[in-house]
């Protein structure tokens, strides 16, 4: 996931003294996570509000005048703004009293839902005609979920802002009524081979979650996961900014070694994990390590997307290009090696500011490699299934840098 929670979502920014860069000191601004105060109580159902909640006041001086051949008029009683409802709401009294603002399709699809904490009433909803209903009504031509801000998803999450989008789909920043807390929420698309690749996913964040009960080994954690219009939906904890949007915050000056150093350190945790599991988490760059708070500030790892058991690598081709391994470009097989190859770009990203090895494609990008670090051994070369893409057929394996 190339823009999973990215964006800084609404939170206080605090400046920390604590972040130095090389040349010389500068103040870095920390973004912290703060939902206190964002949210409204989710005791009361207030959707239906639709008129302004005046105060009762003096009628209106048009209410005193009368004529003088008749009674005065009794003043006009101010009338009183509709009744809350306590929620969850049944699909009986949704009906009862929401009829006319939900959608046909919503009136129907409400029935398979017990409790519902949210309608998205204020949204400009997909009016859909019943012979239109399907499976893919509410999909574009890609097999994304057509959102709509304001709306809910699943009775319960309201969408407030998209935050990323990738070939899974998309995330949008929403409020969970029934917490009453801000989430980060995954829409995978409706696509077989997308939705076979998020099943694989849940089954690595749930052994995540099991073995980070303690919440010390600095990784994303799954809150939820449902069904919802055929979209498999998963929700996470909301975090902040991640490492890329950091450095170009300060300027892509690059941050002291001790930052560097509390960074990796944060990381190698995560990693240690994923070993211990045997998982490789496949796309690990700076845009996947993400600010939050845990007394000071920390990182967590994001985007189990990509991610596969070490006995069950599912795909040849991953790894974002500037922190590919040499293994995976030349059609290696490959293990949890590859992350930390990952890691160490991503370390020296973040002390000079700019990629370790910036390939504009992976003919350059082994190019680049192979200018810091020498040719791969001889044997390394024979046995890569690509070794032609980037050799040629020449036994003494010139170096082609033809397409």
Request: charged share 25%.
């Amino acid at each position: 996931m190339t823009q999973f929670m990215h964006k800084n979502t609404n939170t206080d920014v605090t400046s920390l003294p604590l972040v130095e860069t090389k040349e010389k000191k500068t103040m870095v601004n920390f973004p912290r996570l703060s939902n206190r105060g964002l949210l409204k109580s989710s005791l009361l159902y207030q959707e239906n509000q639709t008129y302004s909640q005046l105060s009762a006041s003096e009628p209106k001086a048009s209410d005193k005048l009368f004529h003088s051949d008749v009674k005065p008029q009794e003043p006009k009683p101010v009338e009183k703004p509709p009744r809350k409802h306590k929620v969850p709401l049944t699909a009986a009294e949704a009906l009862k009293f929401f009829k006319s603002q939900l959608s046909p399709y919503e009136q129907s699809e409400i029935l398979g839902y017990s409790e519902l904490w949210f309608l998205g009433l204020d949204a400009q909803k997909l009016k859909l005609p019943p012979e239109t209903f399907s499976k893919t009504c509410f999909d574009d031509e890609h097999g994304s979920y057509m959102k709509v801000l304001r709306d809910h998803i699943g009775y319960r999450y309201e969408v407030l802002e998209m935050i990323g989008k990738g070939s899974f789909g998309q995330v949008a920043k929403c409020l969970d009524h029934k917490n009453n807390e801000l989430v980060a929420l995954k829409i995978i698309r409706n696509k077989k081979r997308f939705h076979h690749q998020a099943l694989t996913e849940l089954t690595i964040l749930e052994a995540l979650r099991r073995k980070d009960n303690d919440n010390a080994c600095n990784v994303v954690h799954m809150k939820d996961f449902f069904y919802f219009r055929n979209h498999l939906c998963i929700t996470f904890e909301l975090l902040g900014i991640n490492l890329y949007e950091l450095m170009k915050n300060n300027s892509f000056q690059g941050f002291s070694l001790s930052i560097v150093r509390r960074f990796t350190l944060a990381v190698l945790k995560c990693l240690q994990m994923l070993y211990v599991e045997k998982i490789i988490h496949c796309d690990l760059k700076p845009e996947n390590i993400v600010l939050y708070q845990k007394g000071q500030v920390s990182v967590k790892v994001i985007d189990f997307g990509s991610s596969c058991y070490e006995h069950h690598r599912a795909y040849t081709y991953i790894q974002s290009r500037f922190y590919r391994s040499p293994e995976v470009i030349l059609g290696h097989p490959y293990n949890m090696a590859i992350d930390m190859w990952s890691l160490g770009c991503i370390m020296a990203e973040l002390y000079t500011g700019y990629p370790l090895f910036a390939g504009e494609n992976e003919v350059e990008q082994l190019a680049c490699i192979m200018e810091v670090l020498g040719l791969p051994p001889a044997r390394f070369i024979q046995t890569a299934s690509r070794r032609q893409t980037f050799f040629g057929k020449s036994p003494g394996f010139s170096f082609s840098l033809g397409n």
